[in-house]
């Protein structure tokens, strides 16, 4: 809102005759604005702006008569409370608040594809290859780093058979 001072715009039609007017009136077209004062403000002119981004958000407007000794017309005018948008709920799953059980927790578990995972001697279970700390073989390999004591010690605990036989190394 403002005294704009390009007397020569038709905001009617929105056309200017100076060159600066047009690009006064080519900004206001660039951001979407909309001029609502449909009434002379000054001396026959309309100098006195109001400007909004959105149709029907600025209503009731009138001119009061000038204020003192200004040549200007006060604008009394009502602005609208903007609609609110409508927010679309997302429904969304909170895992750290979950009580999965013992159930789920057995079943996630079960699914796991132990073969290959647990070293075991002579092929039964376990990495094809293990390697000790000391050797480095790319990252990308899959293989597992251990300690030979170590793997030795998890696969003879790993193969023992059901009656409770360790397995040879």
Same mark, same amino acid.
């Given at each position: 809102?403002?005294?704009?001072?390009?007397?020569?715009?038709?905001?009617?039609?929105?056309? !200017?005759?100076? &060159?600066?007017?047009?690009?006064?009136?080519? %900004?206001? @077209?660039?951001?979407? =604005? $909309?001029?609502?004062?449909?009434?002379?403000?000054?001396?026959?002119?309309?100098?006195?702006?109001?400007?909004?981004?959105?149709?029907?958000?600025?209503?009731?407007?009138?001119?009061?008569?000038?204020?003192?000794?200004?040549?200007?017309?006060?604008?009394?005018?009502?602005?609208?409370?903007?609609?609110?948008? !409508?927010?679309? &709920?997302?429904?969304?799953?909170?895992?750290? %608040?979950? @009580?999965?059980?013992? =159930? $789920?927790?057995?079943?996630?578990?079960?699914?796991?594809?132990?073969?290959?995972?647990?070293?075991?001697?002579?092929?039964?279970?376990?990495?094809?290859?293990?390697?000790?700390?000391?050797?480095?073989?790319?990252?990308?390999?899959?293989?597992?780093?251990?300690?030979?004591?170590?793997?030795?010690?998890?696969?003879?605990?790993?193969?023992?058979?059901?009656?409770?036989?360790?397995?040879?190394?």
């Amino acid at each position: 809102m403002g005294d704009f001072n390009h007397p020569n715009i038709c905001w009617r039609d929105n056309t !200017a005759g100076h &060159k600066q007017s047009r690009r006064f009136l080519e %900004r206001v @077209d660039d951001n979407f =604005l $909309l001029q609502v004062i449909k009434e002379l403000t000054r001396r026959g002119a309309m100098l006195d702006l109001v400007l909004t981004n959105k149709k029907g958000l600025v209503e009731n407007v009138k001119l009061k008569g000038s204020l003192g000794c200004s040549d200007h017309e006060m604008v009394e005018f009502k602005i609208l409370q903007a609609a609110r948008r !409508a927010h679309s &709920k997302l429904t969304t799953l909170n895992f750290r %608040r979950a @009580d999965f059980g013992d =159930l $789920l927790f057995r079943d996630l578990l079960g699914r796991v594809p132990w073969e290959g995972t647990l070293p075991c001697p002579r092929g039964k279970r376990g990495p094809r290859k293990l390697v000790s700390i000391q050797e480095s073989p790319p990252p990308s390999s899959g293989v597992i780093y251990h300690n030979k004591e170590e793997v030795r010690h998890k696969c003879q605990e790993a193969c023992m058979d059901e009656q409770g036989v360790p397995g040879q190394t």
